[in-house]
């Protein structure tokens, strides 16, 4: 028993030696060998072809340019072109959106989101309105500013419907409730 410790002991000891030796040449990346591939700017971007980036030589990793694809890709060209894409800005919180003049909220999609933090801001919580292309004004509950949804996406969009032409009704909001006068 004595003997088959130490001879576990030593063995931990000993320094294994690798049977192959690797020189750092070996797995260094080359950039001789990288080939001089040409990145498409934002405004040659003109289809969604356009949108696949190039990939990575073999045997190196790539960076986000190489390898995103669709939006990411986009916003990506965007960002080094400085074009915001998705128009990051704040929404306009200086003044109180009413019926007639309300603030409007860009969307390229279906459905949008909005936080509403009241007029002057952050006179009040968080409150999140929902708007979509059929439904596209919602007033806030709590301070009454209006938010109107401005669709910027493509015309002939094949996938509108979502299935909702199968009986599907949109469920009912307090705003189906007031009186047309009050609006």
Partial sequence: ????????????????????????????????????TKI????EV???????????????????????????????????ESVDVFDMRPLDASRLGTLSNPVLVRSAGEEQFA??????AD??????????????????????????MEYVGPQEDHHHDHGHGHGWKEPKTMADYVKPEYW
Avoid at 73 to 78: A, N, P, Q
Avoid at 115 to 120: D, Q, Y
Avoid at 125 to 136: A, F, K, Q, S, Y
Wanted: aromatic residues 2%; contains cysteine.
């Fill in 123 to 148: 006179s009040h919580n968080v409150i999140w309105l929902g708007m979509t292309r059929e439904r596209p004004v919602e007033r806030c509950p709590e301070c009454g500013s209006v938010y109107k």
């Fill in 46 to 80: 003109k289809t969604v072809d356009d949108l696949f980036g190039p990939g990575a030589p073999a045997g190196t990793v790539p960076t986000d340019v190489e390898q995103s694809t669709g939006l990411e890709r986009l916003e990506i060209l965007g960002k080094m």
């Fill in 1 to 36: 028993m004595l003997l088959q410790r130490s001879a576990l002991a030593i063995a931990r000891r000993v320094a294994v030696a690798p049977a192959v030796r690797r020189s750092l040449a070996t797995s260094a990346v080359r950039r001789d060998a990288v080939p001089d």
């Fill in 40 to 43: 498409k700017g934002i405004k």
């Fill in 115 to 120: 936080g509403c933090t009241g007029v002057p």
